[in-house]
């Protein structure tokens, strides 16, 4: 009886300490952005904790800026137990691999992050396994997380910016890489034929363009040569490290073309109400964790009458050829119907198919905004 009593009292003093755990990451999140700070990135929460390249270079530099070492850990989270505790240790391990936010919290001190915040909501307490996440969508993340363990967009977001730009885009960000190597890419290859299948829905000349998700760039110069010096280009990306180099090509432009780029949020596109006359999805929609949110968010943006064209796989193994069986049922997590029902729920009008044919893995629609 006495060693069930001290089992019992052990995993209550776990569970207090990872509760507590939640509520100062929760603070501590509304702390870093008083102070500017970047709060972790949501598609980084399953990443470890101890590793240094899943922590975002804000938090980083909060750690540095307080004298402490990359794997250090502040004592005393929530006043619960020490961190030296084996106890208190174990029982934020398991949660800390949801949340860099929480890693936060015990490196710079919950106890003065608490202090010098205004209350949060406290609802995050509860099961040590579940997410806390700052989503101002009430809209459940949408997409597999077997196939996706870190995070629906962790490829693009986690890690260091150079290897995610040679990943994707090739040394330097000059060409190449799993985004830009039309021998390997339909999508690369079909660049001008899709910006002309584009065309034939929408003016672009002198148009205002929102490539959403613009990553490396690869429609960057193709839609700049499209508009022309009267028009603009809104390149709209999540990932920092593709923000850089996507500013990079805008600055080596010398045609005189307005090219701005925007940092998005996974519910937020960012852009000014009403400001935008084509938006360009490609390859992206399957990427949008919460995808309703997003979709009404860049109706806002649209202008009436404006055009969104929306490019995506085949949820259909037997037109993907370029990747293993299965590979595209766990990948894009619904088919062109359900992608279109959603997006007619945001305010969006089905006009048409779009056709592109030398696209085989993908389908391109087309919707207007009223």
Known sequence: RDLKFRHNRRSQTQRSAAMAAQRAAVRVGAHLRGRGLSQAPRHCRSMPASTPSARPPALQAAVHGRGLASGSVAPAVGGVASAEDPTMRGALAKWAAYSTAAVAAYLLGSTTAAAECSEQDETAAGDPSQEVTSSDSDEEPAYNKEHYPNGLNANFVCGAPDAILKLHAGEGGKGGGRFEDPETRDIARSRESLVAAVSKFATLKGAAVA?????TGLFLETFRDAVGQEGSVYAVELSEAFCANLKVRADEDKSGARVEVVRCTDTACNLPEASVDVAFICDVYHHFEYPKTFMRSLKAAMKPGGTV??????????????????????????????????????????????????????????????
């Open 309 to 370: 064209v929306v490019v995506d796989f085949h949820r259909d193994e037997g037109k993907i050829t370029s990747k293993a069986k299965g590979w595209v049922t766990a990948h894009v997590r619904a088919d062109q119907a359900t992608f279109k029902t959603e997006i007619e729920a945001a305010g969006f009008t089905y006009v048409a198919d779009a056709d592109v044919p030398e696209l085989h893995e993908n389908y391109g629609a087309v919707y207007c905004c009223s």
């Open 211 to 215: 490539d959403i998700g613009a990553g």
